[in-house]
């Protein structure tokens, strides 16, 4: 089993920056993926930005270029560093750890972005 815990989520106005982080309660070293999800009301849950054991990353169109996603093995954790945060990034920000064909999921941060 894998616990999250994420934090740093927050208000913030348009244009600005976040950082978010995620600790896993074991080793990330042996975690086939990690990374962060998000949910806006009223919208399905949608994949933000994931990076695998060997440190391939994936993010969607829509924070490419904005977003960067990290792991530190040593301190079993994963950070999304969010900048030029536009409105329609507010919405409920998920860890997400994918280890032996099974996904956890941390409780959320929210992040609201002000225009």
């Known amino acids: 089993q894998v616990q999250l815990v994420e934090s740093g989520g927050g208000l913030v106005q348009a244009g600005g920056s976040l950082r978010l982080s995620c600790a896993a309660s074991?080793?990330?070293?042996?975690?086939?993926?990690m990374g962060w999800y998000r949910q806006a009301p009223g919208k399905q849950r949608e994949l933000v930005a994931d990076?695998?054991?060997?440190?391939?990353?994936t993010y969607a169109d829509s924070v490419k270029g904005r977003f960067t996603i990290s792991r530190d093995n040593a301190k079993n954790t994963v950070s999304l560093q969010m900048s030029t945060l536009k409105p329609e990034d507010t919405a409920v920000y998920y860890c997400?750890?994918?280890?032996?064909?099974?996904?956890?999921w941390g409780q959320g941060t929210q992040v609201t972005v002000s225009s």
């Open positions: 990076i695998t054991s060997d440190g391939t990353t």
């Open positions: 074991r080793s990330i070293f042996s975690i086939d993926a």
């Open positions: 997400n750890a994918h280890y032996w064909g099974l996904r956890y």
